[in-house]
């Protein structure tokens, strides 16, 4: 039998606004749990929280996890789907190979993506492009409408300040 799986569940929300109203931080902890359980995993730490997976955001609880993974401190990464993890593939694979280098293996859900597999290297490059994908569609929906908004004497962000018209 292997190494016992001890796990840094990775689990986020992009908006303030979710991670203080929303279900998701807890729907993806009790869906983790469940699965590092079922799995005869332990759980090393946390990284939880409000942080956007996009290009050009900061990352700061995942490199927390990548601190932590250089000082194997746990060996396995866990999150519930690819979009939990990135949406940035140009980023996601230089933070997949520090992994595979400090011996760190990865899963989604339960299906554990071996990163020296190019099959499943290919499959979670595809999963992360196309979460970046609608990330940048949904960004460029949000600008066109803010544009027409702006054009027809509407704010586009939050309410026309009093005394103006």
Not at 58 to 76: M, Y
């Amino acid at each position: 039998m292997g190494e016992a799986l001890i796990f840094a569940p990775l689990i986020r929300v992009s908006t303030d606004a979710q991670a203080k109203r929303g279900y998701s931080l807890k729907t993806q902890r009790k869906q983790l749990e469940y699965t590092i359980k079922s799995m005869g995993g332990k759980i090393y730490n946390w990284y939880s929280g409000q942080e956007h997976a996009t290009p050009e955001q900061e990352r700061k609880i995942l490199n927390n996890l990548l601190t932590d993974a250089g000082k194997r401190r746990f060996n396995a990464v866990i999150v519930c789907d690819t979009s939990r993890w990135s949406r940035d593939n140009r980023k996601s694979k230089e933070y997949l190979e520090f992994l595979k280098k400090h011996g760190i293996r990865f899963f989604v859900g339960s299906t554990e993506f071996q990163l020296d597999n190019p099959m499943h290297n290919y499959m979670l490059g595809m999963g992360v492009e196309t979460e970046e994908f609608y990330a940048a569609q949904q960004n460029y929906k949000s600008l066109i409408n803010s544009i027409e908004k702006a054009r027809k004497g509407y704010p586009t962000r939050g309410k026309i300040p009093y005394g103006r018209i």
